[in-house]
């Protein structure tokens, strides 16, 4: 069964309100989560990391302001697209980090939400 | 910079034929490396990592660090390995941070 459930998997929204996505680990307790975004044909970027109890850590070019990443507990993690626009239309996929250790134990995805902003 | 480049957006092939999906890295240190597969109407999942040194549904690959390449291979293609297959890049470190490819897009044809 799935390890990771990610909620909604599509949603359709108007431009200037915002979009909440959650990302539920259900087989074990994630510290770290992280956010991907993929575009039509392209590979999965990686805008954050959702750290359990403390700030997320953002990569460079993504706005935190706009994607507001809240993990307040250990199973859940929620990306809010603020003030969406028609750009921010894309595929957003979480995924939950299993284990630890140098070397790192393999992620599990969600299915990803399909964001369409109109 | 960490970078993963995998040079073929599409590979086809027939059943029965070798298959060799390409991948090359750049990275500093001493990267982990992991094979992604994403089927049809499926979420994303772990194939295979460098550090297991295993072989899952008959795929294997193997690190050269020489080459910087972590090429995924399987000697007899199957219709159901039909599949967009994403290489992958980790520092190490708690973070597990993963760097995808842009993916390659497998065809097996009858």
């Known amino acids: 069964g799935a390890v990771v459930s990610q909620h909604p998997s599509r949603v359709i929204c108007k431009s200037g309100t915002s979009v909440k996505i959650e990302c539920r680990s259900l087989?074990?307790?994630?510290?770290?989560m992280f956010w991907y975004r993929q575009f039509p044909k392209q590979s999965l970027m990686l805008m954050a990391t959702?750290?359990?109890?403390?700030?997320?850590?953002?990569e460079q070019g993504v706005e935190k302001d706009k994607f507001l990443i809240n993990h307040a507990s250990l199973t859940l993690s929620t990306l809010t697209v603020t003030s969406a626009h028609p750009e921010d239309s894309s595929f957003y996929i979480c995924?939950?980090?299993?284990?630890?250790?140098?070397?790192?134990?393999?992620?599990?995805f969600g299915n990803g939400t399909r964001l369409t902003v109109t | 910079a960490q970078r993963v480049t995998q040079p073929e957006k599409l590979l086809s092939v027939f059943k029965g034929a070798p298959v060799e999906l390409k991948c090359n890295y750049s990275y500093s240190g001493s990267p982990e490396l992991f094979w992604y597969v994403q089927y049809s109407r499926q979420r994303l999942q772990l194939l295979l990592r460098?550090?297991s040194r295993e072989s899952i549904k008959g795929f294997t690959a193997d690190l050269n660090k020489g080459e910087t390449s972590f090429h995924l291979k399987k000697p007899f293609a199957q219709e159901e390995d039909s599949a967009m297959y994403y290489c992958a890049l980790s520092g190490g470190g708690a973070t597990n941070k993963l760097i995808f490819g842009t993916g390659t897009l497998l065809a097996v044809q009858p």
């Open positions: 995924s939950v980090k299993q284990g630890g250790g140098e070397y790192n134990s393999p992620l599990h």
């Open positions: 087989d074990f307790q994630a510290t770290t």
């Open positions: 959702s750290n359990e109890g403390s700030k997320a850590t953002y």
């Open positions: 460098h550090i």
